[in-house]
């Protein structure tokens, strides 16, 4: 027999630390859609995906393009 259980916790924090906390989710979804689109362009383009490295390369680029 398997049992399944699930937790759930809640975070009291300030009001400042929720609001670091979105701004880092908002720049992180940021970035993920923008790498996404770049890997689905070069897709099309019939061109192999970019591995995990050259893509770690081009953040210190877009942090000066985007400056969060």
Known sequence: ???RKGYRFRLN???A???LM????????????K?????????D???S???YNKLANMLPACKKEHPF
Request: glycine content about 6%.
């Open 17 to 19: 630390d929720e609001a």
């Open 22 to 33: 979105r701004q880092f989710a908002g720049c992180s979804r940021f970035l993920w859609n």
């Open 49 to 51: 995906c970019l591995s």
């Open 13 to 15: 924090i300030s009001p």
């Open 1 to 3: 027999m398997i049992i």
């Open 45 to 47: 383009d019939k061109q």
């Open 35 to 43: 790498a996404l689109a770049l890997q689905k362009g070069r897709l």
